[in-house]
């Protein structure tokens, strides 16, 4: 049971990794189009690593929001947007190494640190993230926050009618 | 063969730096949108971790709200795309320089 | 109304008079003259109410309200009303009336009228505001104020380059004495913490070490400003140039009020003064005194030997004050208002009547055209040459008594200006008044109408009368508080003669060798016959001893060479170096950075990352 959970993590993290890879540099295409339907990848894989995790709800969450809705609305923007001119821009070299030295610089701190701190030293997996839990913390401690990301949704909502109009000033 | 926190870390820390990368090279404005998504993502996985590992959900409820502000933002920003993109023809961002003026 | 309110109304009312004819009625002439001349009138007539409720020592000697608190710096706004500033009132609205009236007549054809008269009363203002002024800095506001209006004034006809330019060399030289002044002012104000003259005079009562070691110096700064104000040697040159302006000016700016400004101001300050300081004060009045008698007996211009006039009589006032008598001084500035304003403005008749013509061999024989003038100004001269018993006799005499008991040597270069002023004076009169007449301009003259002789007349009165009538003893009683002094008519009369017997027949004596000397040398003259006489002194004399030209090498030279550097200075090391070079560092660095903001969002975000980067590092890598 344990090895075949480490076994799963392994298959996601390099799954994830890899579409990742592919979302953001893939070499046999430029289209937006790829790249988005190889994030929805991604995120399928971080749903299973949630599920890993015993964070259950979150995975279905993840699902249901990432891969459904925003990742449509993506592919909705881009088709509606024609972009076929786009994709014969070439990646200047120059900002291609220097995004590369800046995002190494920050990994290497990022893997030095963990490697120094050691942060999961006698941490025990063991707290489930069911939907009922998660769902009390929410209404109770939460109930605030949790509000008030409903007032966000609605205002964002509003947002979006008033600049997709035609005539925006 | 045990998988600890470390592992699930390094995980996303390196979908966070793929983000960032894209966020840096990629010259159109959608895809430089997909890297945060991405970026958001490793930053929930993280958490999710930490949640599991420190006996504490409430990295996950944390990670519900970024979920949510997320889809918001996703939604207000792809209008925003498709606003310009009406005005100005491009998704480029070497095209939308107009903080240099 | 309360009786206090009445002083405000007598400084503030010239100065509306101005604000409105500026303002509003600069097209209506007779509107403009009229409320310049009622201003003062009603100015002197309410300062004849207040002194009748009031007497010459009202029991509120101070009006104030508290101007301006900076720090330990307490400014009132405030009037100070006693015997002293009460009777200058007098003077100056009094005298200052008769002016104003007779500038009707003189200049109703100017084409300038209202901006004479306004100009005429700002000066009234500034005048009476140093009068009345009860702490150093608000007389030293006024002090400016009189400049600047005598600047306005003098150069009243700024179309003519000559009044200009005097205009201007009054406006600096006084500029000069008044930053002495005010250097004085500091240290007056440092040592003693207060510029309220009564707290002044009653701290240094108290302790009259207070100035410390800065006293002789702080008082001849003081002095300074009195210098360049009342034309003191070495800073007189600017008086004789100053009638360039209108000759009512002249008169004012002489008799009444500008010039005596300075003596009023060394009296009001006496009790600064050390005894040292008061030696120099009395020797520069002296030889003030000297200088101006000298050039004046060799002058031609009917003006000019007034205006040296005036100088050596202000060396008077000025030695008297040195000589611990300021009461005299004020004495002979009052008396000396009178006759001096009257010889002005007899002047300015004369001037008037012979078209503009100011040179004295270009006239005589007036005595029968216009005898008003003729009988006032000779009413004038024997006043001024100190003829018994006309008010002259009197306050010359209080100086030459003062001299007879501190300086010998003093009391002898008194006598001698004496004599030449009476020199002098009856020389123009022989000349201008007497004999023939030497151009066909005198055949045309006419006597003025009555606005110019009206004030002469009462301005002659004064001059016979003011010696008698108590001006002595009204200063006396206030500067030497329980000194003796006479009462009655007759005892007035007789007075000098009993107090300095020495000092008052040599006085007379004084007169007399002078009109002597007159007599023989010009009753019959056809042309001066002093340069053939006395040869280069009389040169000398005419050139007014090279004051100008002396100036003119020295002052100007190195103030041109200083003014040279300056410009240097300011043009490369200020303009060029600091000014530009800082400007040209800023576009530069502008420049440089400019090429950083691309507008690229992502080179944006690249710094963004490095920056996270470095503080990451910082916080977390090492």
Known sequence: MENAQAYLFYVFAALAVICAIMVVANPFSRSPVTSAMFLVLTMGCLAGLFTLLHAFFLAAVQILVYAGAVMVLFLFVIMLLDLKEEQRRQVKSLSLVAGLVSVGAILAIFVRSLIATKPGEGALANVEGSTSKLGKLLFTQYLLPFEIVSVLLLVAMVGVVLLSKKDLK | ?101 | MHLQTLPWIILFLPLLAAVVITLFTQRDRKTSATLSISAIVIGFVLTVIFIKANSFNPEVKEVSLNWLDIGPLQAEFGLRLDALSLMMLLVVTGVGSAIHIYSWGYMHEDRCFSRFFASLSLFTFSMLGIVMANNFLQMFISWELVGVSSYLLIGFWYEKASAADAAKKAFITNRLGDFGFMLGILIVWAALGSLNFGKLEAGLADNPAALGSLATLGGLLVFCGAMGKSAQFPLHVWLPDAMEGPTPVSALIHAATMVAAGVYMLSRTFFIYTPEALQVIAWIGGCTALLAALVAVQQNDIKRILAYSTLSQLGYMVMAVGLAAPEAGMFHLTTHAFFKALLFLGAGSVIHAMHHEQDIWRMGGLCKKMPVTYWTFMVGTMALAGVWPLSGFFSKDAILAAAWHHSMPLFIIGVGVAALTTFYMFRLVFVAFLGGERSHEVGHAHESPWVMTWPLRILAVFSIVGGVIGVEALFGGMLHPGGEHPHGLAAQLVYPFKHAPVAALSGLAAFGIGLFAAWTLYARAKEDPLPARIGTLSRWMRDRFYFDELYEATVIKVHDATAAVVDWFDRWLIGFAAVRGSAGATSLFGNVLRFIQSGSLQAYAFLLVLGVAVILFFVLGR
Do not use: C, P
């Not at chain 2, 430089?32 to 490793?42: D, F, G, K």
């Not at chain 2, 939308?96 to 003026?101: A, C, G, P, V």
């Open chain 2, 1 to 101: 063969m045990n998988v600890g926190l470390e592992h699930y870390l390094v995980v996303s820390a390196v979908l966070f730096a793929l983000g960032l990368l894209g966020v840096v090279t990629r010259r159109n404005i959608l895809v430089i949108y997909m890297s945060l998504e991405l970026m958001l993502n490793a930053a929930n996985l993280a958490l999710v971790a930490f949640s599991r590992f420190n006996n504490n959900l409430d990295g996950q409820v944390m990670v519900f709200f970024i979920i949510t502000v997320a889809a918001a933002e996703v939604a207000v920003g792809l209008a925003l795309i498709v606003a310009l993109y009406r005005r100005r023809q491009t998704t480029h961002v070497e095209d939308l320089n107009l903080l240099k003026h």
